[in-house]
């Protein structure tokens, strides 16, 4: 059974930083891309970032790019994600997901198959 894990989220004030980590089980981590999503209050879940199983390829939204880092580390099965330069419009609960074998990098979450039940992160003005 494939478990996400994610932690690191809480309350920071504007210009601030915070690091979000997933950690993985039930599955060969290494063989699948990994994404990060977030969905604020009353709004729609949106695609913030995505790796690929080697890390050599990475994607991010427009928003974030500049500001947010996305690494794994295969050997202990975790993503992270480093967020700098908070925005108040970055708040959201955060979830990461394994991207399922038949997309590439995508920004939909129907192509992810498992996910974490998400980390609260509130960037106050």
């Known amino acids: 059974q494939v478990q996400l894990v994610e932690s690191g989220g809480g309350l920071v004030q504007a210009g601030g930083s915070l690091r979000l980590s997933c950690a993985a089980s039930?599955?060969?981590?290494?063989?699948?891309?990994m994404g990060w999503f977030r969905q604020a209050p009353g709004k729609e879940r949106e695609f913030v970032a995505a790796?690929?199983?080697?890390?050599?390829?990475?994607r991010y939204t427009d928003s974030v790019k500049g500001r947010f880092t996305i690494s794994r580390d295969n050997a202990k099965n975790t993503v992270s994600l480093q967020m700098n330069s908070l925005k108040p419009e970055d708040t959201g609960v955060y979830r990461c997901?394994?991207?399922?074998?038949?997309?590439?990098?995508?920004?939909?979450?129907?192509?992810?198959?498992?996910w974490g039940q998400g980390t609260p992160v509130t960037v106050s003005s």
């Open positions: 790796i690929r199983p080697s890390g050599g390829t990475i």
């Open positions: 997901a394994s991207e399922g074998v038949n997309s590439y990098l995508s920004i939909r979450p129907d192509d992810y198959d498992y």
């Open positions: 039930g599955r060969t981590f290494s063989a699948y891309a």
